[in-house]
């Protein structure tokens, strides 16, 4: 009888400590959503930046209508970016767009000085290097989200509960192909 109790006991262990498991792969999931969801956010509140640069650049379209079509193609895969599923790839598209429009900007900005000068026109460029910081800083805490919700999927026991119970998959983490080509070094893991 006292052994049947024991089974008992270990078997109600192992369901609970099986649950546990499983709360906190859907804990991390959903703090890595979260986390994308606010990537997803900040991304989309350039577009209120960038419809307002749009105005302001139309006056010298005749000179930078290549520029104009940067911000506008920027601001429609900002409006592309799902905030339901992560995208990495999409958002580094993203993101180097970005990159490519600033060093529009600042060619626009040497050829028109008065552009430079236009209050505006300064007002929205600190905006948008606001937002890219923001971006930045979310891009981090996702990163951060994902190596956890990995880890947690990935190390044993975890991958067994997760394999029987919920078959979630790691997600890539974001990664900057232009960061990348900066780098000398590649570590060898």
């Known amino acids: 009888m006292f052994g049947l109790i024991v089974f008992f006991g270990f078997f109600i262990l192992l369901i609970v400590w099986g649950v546990m498991i499983c709360n906190n792969i859907v804990r991390y999931l959903n703090a890595t959503q979260r986390s994308w969801a606010e990537v997803a956010n900040f991304e989309l ?24 079509e940067k911000v506008t193609e920027l601001r429609q895969q900002i409006m592309n970016l799902n905030l339901h599923h992560t995208d990495t790839s999409h958002l580094q598209h993203i993101e180097q767009l970005n990159q490519e429009l600033i060093r529009n900007l600042n060619l626009v900005v040497e050829n028109y000085p008065e552009l430079k000068a236009d209050s505006l026109y300064s007002q929205m460029m600190q905006e948008i290097q606001e937002q890219n910081e923001n971006v930045s800083a979310a891009i981090s805490i996702f990163n951060r989200n994902v190596e956890a919700f990995n880890n947690q999927i990935e190390v044993f026991p975890n991958n067994m509960i997760n394999t029987m119970t919920l078959s979630k998959k790691p997600i890539r983490p974001f990664r900057d192909p232009i960061m990348n080509q900066s780098y000398s070094y590649r570590p060898n893991f």
């Not at 350039?46 to 005749?62: A, G, I, S």
Request: proline residues 0%; aromatic residues 8%.
């Open 45 to 68: 509140q350039k577009v209120k930046t960038l419809d307002h640069l749009e105005k302001t650049l139309t006056q010298y379209t005749h000179f930078e209508k290549s520029t104009l």
